[in-house]
């Protein structure tokens, strides 16, 4: 006979909390009550949402080395600042009442605000949601294979996206095949992207067949949109290019280019050839999050890159209508922080405040002023604004700050219901 | 269908000295099932991982038939990775869940028809393909998933460790399943695994690496009967081999207190490394529980017996001044193991003598660890 094992909780910052759940049940059979009703994506394994401590925790059943392996290099990833779920910890030596071993569960931290594309489909969007999802996938995509990361099973179900201002940001949820390397060979960059790109189209197929999305949108198209998307990105990123000595402004005007992109440059590789008449550069560390990091360290606001993109562009005209362009900008951003932006923010009243996260509510609220001033043709004060949408439209807005609307019973493993929450 | 062949296929790690898989030869034969196994560390999944096209082949090629693959793209090898994703979808018919990929490549309808009918054939499959995923068994979906491979009709099959995260019941089934749909299909095969068993148990030929090089290649029988060096020796077979390396006086290793006669012709070969010293091996299933006092025959102290009902092994420890010390086996360092007929096991702390069956003992050279052919 097997000696019965011992419950092992691997965890950085362990939370007593985690003794309190059902560890000597089967994650399959977990009591309705212990869960959260979160959309699921399409998983191997057995998956399943519980609370914890007032947040919320993905649960997953998988062999213990895999379960392990998965940790540590979530860890790794959340260190090189790569979106990613934040891994919780992993329990080992979990045995039924009767006695028979049980599979290793990781946890992960469940991301607040974030979605899960079936669930983005099962909503009525703008029709090009598809090509924005895929947007942000690519962006995922082109920083992880920046920082080493080779992923192994790119796909829609192993993303999780986040509204960022009028885009989507990614987050990789499963690193379950992935490794980490220094640097990622041609052939490995190859095989993931045609990885997500079979997987996107079979995933968009999946919905077109269960009638979720409509049978005209051509899934192969999108397919290949991530390809080319990807592509695009990381030849603007990593290639080099040449030019004359007379024409050094390219090196400033790479730069920007990168920069629009998103990107920092960290080092840039410039050679000069022997008789010094042409110049060559190569970006050699691009980091993501220009204008993010911009935002934080003005402001101390820490949001996605879009939203960051959306609040900097409101504080430029914050600085422009109140003439302060010789002024220190730290001073200005700070009072644009809280005479604009916090009050603006705190004006919704707190109920409704789970449906978005403040940076995106913000970014709504300017989209709506816009078309408030557009058709009432005159500058609507903020304070207006937020009046208006907090009325009428943020009420008919879901919460998203966990998705919510299962129902227990379609909780079971073989459910395939994507959840309607109209 | 296809040959494979590693051709002094080399890969350098940027930022390192020596070469994670270092000139590696190996020719596989169309439709076999040839086993990668080794160590952690040892190279067997960067070796496969070259083939795939994910990792760089710094010197030598790689060819697949007679085409030479060595700087070709992953998805343009005519490959599929079996296993690395089986998540099927809900919506799709099980037909469609299988022909998918098909249809993204632009293939015929009535061509993917017929492909998937004769992979449902080979994988039981056929009176489930109109149905969804949802109605199916666990083996059953696992089945699906290989047949989104097998559509494809890739001129080879690699698979890297499919069976790891799997409980050990059911990793036991679906090795006789792959095992068995591959040679079904004929499909040239190449496998990773760490685990010596699994390797036996599937492989047509099985190839050991070790620190990048390949130690041996050959068929399970061949690795087990006939090791090439010491390290192949001890990594097949379950539970390990005993080795030890004990000093020849006239003729004779001393072995514990016994002595084992070394073959003349085998005296003649020894090398200067390997001062005067012989590296012998001996699996718990060579050895005879013999009375005292019979030539050659070597006591063990037993420290402990293992009964598992169809076999036992005593775990012991050679008894002796000398050479105990140097003797290793799968119990660790000092303590052999032998199997012992289960109906009359020996007592804890008793002492048995035990002897090596005529032409089951393994000789190696005691400085390069190479076998001693005899």
Known sequence: ?422 | MATVTFDKATRVYPGTERPAVDALDLHIEDGEFLVLVGPSGCGKSTSLRMLAGLEDVNAGRILIGDRDVTDVQPKDRDIAMVFQNYALYPHMTVADNMGFALKIAGTPKAEIRTRVEEAAKILDLTQYLDRKPKALSGGQRQRVAMGRAIVRQPRVFLMDEPLSNLDAKLRVQTRTQIASLQRRLGVTTVYVTHDQTEALTMGDRIAVLKDGLLQQVGTPRDMYDTPANVFVAGFIGSPAMNIGTFPITEGVAKVGSAGIAVPRDVLGTLAADDNNSITIGFRPEALDVVPQGTPDSIPVSVNIVEELGSDAFVYGSLVGEAGAADVHSGAGDAQVIVRVDPRQVPAKGETIHVRIRTGEQHLFHAGSGERIAH
């Open chain 1, 1 to 422: 006979m097997t000696p019965r094992t011992r419950l092992q909780i691997t965890a950085a910052a362990p939370d007593p909390a985690l003794l309190d759940l059902p560890w000597d049940v089967p994650l399959a059979d977990w009591p309705a009550e212990r869960l959260a009703a979160l959309p699921r994506g399409i998983s191997r394994h057995t998956v399943r949402f519980a609370r914890l401590s007032g947040r919320v925790v993905a649960i997953k059943e998988i062999g213990e080395t895999v379960a392990y392996r998965e940790y540590e290099l979530l860890r790794q990833l959340s260190r090189l600042d790569v979106p990613s779920v934040e891994p919780v910890g992993v329990i080992t030596g979990r045995t039924a009442p009767d006695g028979e071993p049980l599979e290793a569960v990781l946890i992960t931290q469940h991301l607040r605000f974030s979605l899960p594309y079936r669930a983005l489909f099962s909503q009525a969007l703008r029709p090009d949601t598809a090509t924005r999802l895929i947007d942000a996938l690519a962006v995922l995509l082109v920083r992880l294979h920046l920082v080493g990361f080779y992923w192994g099973d790119v796909s829609l179900s192993n993303t999780l996206f986040r509204r960022d201002a009028e885009t989507f940001a990614a987050y990789l949820v499963d690193a379950e095949t992935g490794d980490l390397h220094d640097e990622l060979t041609p052939g490995q960059r190859g095989y993931d992207l045609e990885v997500a790109r079979v997987n996107i189209i079979g995933e968009l197929m999946d919905l077109q067949a269960g009638e979720f999305l409509d049978e005209d949108v051509d899934a192969v198209a999108i397919g290949d949109a991530l390809a080319e998307r990807y592509e695009e990105l990381w030849s603007a990123l990593t290639s080099s290019e040449s030019f004359g000595l007379n024409e050094r402004w390219r090196v400033q005007a790479r730069i920007e280019r990168l920069n629009d992109l998103g990107f920092d440059v960290g080092e840039l590789d410039i050679t000069t050839d022997i008789d010094g008449t042409t110049v060559r550069i190569q970006p050699k560390v691009v980091d993501a999050g220009h204008h993010s990091r911009r935002l934080m360290r003005l402001t101390g606001l820490d949001v996605q890159e879009n939203q960051a993109r959306r609040l900097l562009n409101d504080l430029d005209q914050f600085v422009a209508a109140m003439d302060r362009q010789n002024d220190d900008e730290t001073f200005v951003a700070h009072d644009w922080l809280t005479e604009v932006f916090e009050p603006a923010v705190r004006a919704v009243p707190r109920d409704l405040r789970p449906k978005l996260e403040p940076a995106q509510l913000y970014h709504e609220l300017l989209d709506h002023r816009w078309f408030l001033s557009e058709a009432q043709k005159r500058d609507v004060p903020m304070r207006e604004a937020v009046k208006s949408y907090t009325k009428d439209i943020l009420p008919t807005r879901p919460d998203e700050e966990s998705v919510l609307g299962v129902s227990a019973a379609d909780l079971r493993e073989d459910a395939d219901v994507v959840p309607n929450r109209d």
